[in-house]
């Protein structure tokens, strides 16, 4: 029992030392959000606080208009989200739940995808951004650089791989006589996958929506790379309209970026337990 004892207490030590290491700089940033910037440029951000004051919240809340980069963010992580479940979920059922010969060959493919940095393709694809022409009514320039939808095909296009990878291996757990029992029935390959398959696979899209929220809302790099007006860009990017060229409050900064903090806590707190769940999804069977 010793040993298992020991196990036990060094198990428990990490995980204390790994959460203060994890909350030590929220807890930081929320402690210089609270401080007036005069403050904390007379006496340095670390020390002890004089005041405390949530105008920095306010600040942050009114000079950098967060609210329409708040619907930006919207108007990008959503439909990013649902076009990419819809389309790793129909894809993922191809691979797993009819048989042919390269349904193999198919998934590598997709999931040799996330092996490729996304700083490799920068180059081309912002030189492909400005050759695709759009619609006016889905881009203002006329091109796919710039808009929303550039944005949305892009994070679709590498959170996919993952996604089919994740609900393949979730699909091929369910039992294979219930597409038998449908295809007796008379079901053809669209219904079996949108009445049979989809709902019984509800927890792990509910858990890689999660996931895909919180990775997309926080995307940085695409949104600077590839929209040049600063009014399209989503929340993550607008912070960067807080900071001037010399002078910079990084007081309210860090209050921006605590306010932008709190949908992608929202949907995690609300969605906890398939978030949970998510983490060891398809890695019972392969």
Not at 145 to 161: D, E, H, R, T
Request: charged content about 10%.
């Amino acid at each position: 029992m010793k040993p298992s004892r020991l196990s036990s207490a060094a198990a428990q030590v990490f995980m204390v030392v790994m959460l203060v290491l994890w909350l030590t700089p929220v807890v930081f940033a929320l402690y210089v959000a609270l401080r007036p910037i005069a403050e904390t440029n007379e006496h340095g951000y670390v020390s002890l606080p004089r005041s405390l004051t949530l105008d920095n919240f306010r600040a942050a809340w009114t000079q950098s208009d967060m609210w329409h980069f708040f619907l930006n963010s919207l108007y990008i992580t959503v439909p990013a989200v649902l076009l990419t479940l819809f389309l790793a979920s129909s894809f993922a059922y191809v691979v797993s739940r009819l048989r042919f010969r390269w349904n193999i060959a198919l998934l590598i493919l997709f999931t040799a995808g996330n092996l490729l940095p996304q700083q490799v393709i920068i180059t081309p694809l912002f030189r492909l951004y400005l050759a695709i022409p759009l619609p006016h009514w889905l881009s203002e320039s006329g091109l796919m650089y710039n808009s929303y939808l550039g944005l949305i095909v892009i994070n679709v296009a590498f959170q996919l791989g993952f996604c089919v990878f994740v609900l393949s291996n979730y699909m091929k757990t369910l039992p294979a006589e219930l597409d038998e029992a449908a295809i007796v029935d008379g079901a053809g390959v669209w219904t079996r996958y949108w009445r049979l398959t989809l709902p019984l696979c509800r927890p792990a899209l509910a858990a890689l929506a999660t996931l895909l929220t919180t990775w997309i809302y926080n995307d940085f790099f695409w949104a600077i790379t590839l929209i040049s007006t600063g009014d399209k860009r989503p929340v993550t990017s607008a912070l960067a309209n807080l900071q001037g060229q010399f002078v910079a409050n990084q007081n309210m900064i860090a209050a921006a970026a605590l306010i932008a903090a709190i949908p992608t806590l929202i949907v995690y707190v609300a969605l906890q337990k398939q978030f949970i769940a998510g983490l060891s999804l398809g890695s019972t069977k392969g």
